[in-house]
């Protein structure tokens, strides 16, 4: 027997015309907690796109381990940013591998609304 489905399928668009790749890459990646763990901006949505090196959160050593994350398209102003926000410890000082503002780790009260952020799919 075959059971026919509805979904629903969101694409990034800008302007009207989906996002490509290449286009995510540019969006300046900003970090999108405050230091005191307050969203900067409004979140769009989560991009299973990975643009290069996922670094984890400092106290993660090996891959297999790392804590679940996403790569997150938000809004500060009228200007679209990414960032990859990481379950886990929030640490508002983080470093990483001398790019500070990048990778960063969400408050626990907050993992829940990141994770349930709509899927947005981007063009090849």
Same mark, same amino acid.
Request: glycine fraction near 6%; charge should be negative; hydrophobic fraction near 40%.
């Given at each position: 027997?075959?059971?026919?489905?509805?979904?629903?399928?969101?694409?990034?668009?800008?302007?009207?015309?989906?996002?490509?790749?290449?286009?995510?890459?540019?969006?300046?990646?900003?970090?999108?907690?405050? %230091? =005191?763990?307050?969203?900067? #901006? *409004? &979140? @769009?949505?989560?991009?299973?796109?990975? $643009?290069?090196?996922?670094?984890?959160?400092?106290?993660?050593?090996?891959?297999?381990?790392?804590?679940?994350?996403?790569?997150?398209?938000?809004?500060?102003?009228?200007?679209?940013?990414?960032?990859?926000?990481?379950?886990?410890?929030?640490? %508002? =000082?983080?470093?990483?591998? #001398? *790019? &500070? @503002?990048?990778?960063?780790?969400?408050? $626990?009260?907050?993992?829940?609304?990141?994770?349930?952020?709509?899927?947005?799919?981007?063009?090849?």
């Amino acid at each position: 027997m075959i059971t026919t489905a509805v979904v629903e399928v969101k694409a990034l668009t800008i302007s009207g015309k989906q996002v490509t790749q290449s286009v995510f890459k540019q969006l300046p990646e900003e970090r999108l907690y405050a %230091p =005191d763990g307050t969203m900067r #901006g *409004r &979140p @769009w949505g989560r991009v299973n796109f990975h $643009p290069g090196r996922c670094t984890p959160p400092p106290d993660t050593t090996v891959w297999w381990a790392w804590p679940e994350h996403a790569h997150v398209v938000w809004q500060l102003g009228d200007e679209l940013r990414r960032a990859t926000v990481w379950a886990g410890k929030f640490d %508002p =000082d983080v470093s990483l591998e #001398g *790019r &500070p @503002w990048i990778s960063e780790t969400a408050p $626990p009260s907050e993992w829940n609304l990141v994770a349930d952020l709509p899927q947005l799919f981007i063009a090849v």
